[in-house]
């Protein structure tokens, strides 16, 4: 004999959606009921009687680590002939809006802050005439 009133079927969390600063995970929540030995059917969650399980919920709610976050790069220089261009790398909170001493994020992937660039080679030098020996 097979009763009229369903069963909640609960199915296996998901993944969360994050790893830190907050995901959402689900599962399947479904009214059914037996119908035969090996057989179920799908009805209205009012045919089950007790409360709905929950179908989601937030997950690893922690806040992320802080990372690295780099500026805009400088202009070449000097203006000719091989050179630098530099950078600021700030350690900020994973929402950005703290910043934190450089010691609170990890040095092995600090983003490199000066870089070697040329704009082309400089001209040769020009001799202004003048009065050198007076």
């Given at each position: ?19 830190c ?10 009214c ?8 179920e ?19 690893n ?19 000719c002939g ?12 994973s ?17 490199p ?22």
């Amino acid at each position: 004999m097979y009763l009229y009133t369903g069963r909640w079927f609960i199915g296996d969390w998901s993944e969360c959606g994050q790893t830190c600063d907050g995901g959402t995970r689900t599962r399947t929540v479904l009214c059914i009921r037996k119908i035969g030995p090996a057989e179920e059917e799908t009805l209205e969650d009012t045919f089950c009687l007790t409360h709905r399980p929950i179908e989601r919920e937030s997950c690893n709610n922690q806040s992320c680590p802080p990372k690295w976050v780099t500026l805009e790069w400088s202009e070449c220089t000097p203006k000719c002939g091989p050179g630098f261009k530099h950078r600021i790398a700030l350690c900020k909170s994973s929402d950005l809006t703290k910043t934190f001493p450089a010691t609170h994020c990890p040095s092995h992937n600090k983003p490199p802050v000066r870089m070697r660039c040329s704009l082309g080679r400089c001209p040769p030098p020009r001799w202004i005439p003048g009065d050198w020996g007076q």
